[in-house]
């Protein structure tokens, strides 16, 4: 499978949404990657439901929502209804994680389970092939455009080996921090989806940036 690009909204210009939005359409991205971030698992507040519902009314490939907030549980089926495709929550935020992952899927949307940088890989044995995706966070969640944390690579080979000895087809994806260099080293060690936010709509090109990220071979 060729790899995918989910551009982050988070950094694009909100007074003039649905021109990124066009933007995203128009471009070789496969997904919108939309942070919704709750001021309480991550020191930082980003936009909730009327924010996705907006985007959904322009986009025309799928939602990757990827849910930085505690009792993601609560919210499920209001994600699904405004829009999202495909439902991240946090490792580190979910008690009954099993019970989201099946709640997720038994709304119609696609499961996925995030870890922080400082999580260690090995806790997904038992629940990774109950997932569609694996989010490994490259930088600390909360912010776009920090600094891409080195030791991610060795977190996707050890993902992608789990993936293969348990056959699942579970997709990796990475964010934070995302750009030509990283995402080449990701994509060696086994990335499926790459996430770039501050470096695909700080660029004077974005579309032409994408096509960069999607071209590496
Ligand atoms: C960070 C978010 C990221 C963010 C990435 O908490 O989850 O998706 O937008 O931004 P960049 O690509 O600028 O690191
Ligand atoms: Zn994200």
Redesign the pocket.
């Known amino acids: 499978m060729d790899h995918l690009i989910s551009p982050?909204v988070?950094?694009c210009d909100f007074a003039n949404i649905q021109r990124d939005v066009e933007m995203i359409n128009t471009s070789t991205a496969d997904w919108f990657?939309v942070?919704v971030?709750d001021g309480i698992f991550?020191p930082n507040i980003s936009f909730g439901f009327p924010v996705i519902e907006a985007i959904k009314k322009h986009a025309t490939k799928p939602l990757d929502v990827?849910l930085?907030i505690s009792n993601p549980d609560k919210y499920i089926l209001e994600f699904k209804k405004v829009g999202a495709d495909i439902l991240t929550v946090h490792y580190e935020a979910c008690i009954h994680l099993h019970r989201t992952i099946q709640l997720i899927k038994e709304s119609g949307m696609k499961a996925g389970v995030a870890i922080n940088p400082h999580t260690p890989v090995s806790l997904l044995e038992d629940i990774i092939e109950d997932l569609d995706l694996v989010l490994i966070?490259s930088?600390n969640?909360?912010?776009?455009?920090?600094k891409f944390i080195k030791n991610t690579i060795s977190k996707v080979l050890q993902v992608k080996k789990m993936i293969l000895e348990k056959n699942t087809k579970t997709l990796i994806e990475v964010?934070?921090?995302?750009n030509l260099e990283t995402a080449i080293e990701l994509l060696n060690a086994g990335t499926d989806v790459l996430?770039?936010?501050?470096?695909v709509f700080n660029s004077e090109n974005p579309q032409e940036t994408i096509s960069k990220l999607k071209a590496i071979k």
């Open positions: 982050s988070l950094s990657h942070d971030m991550v990827h930085m966070m930088v969640p909360g912010y776009g455009g920090q964010d934070g921090g995302v996430v770039a936010g501050s470096f």
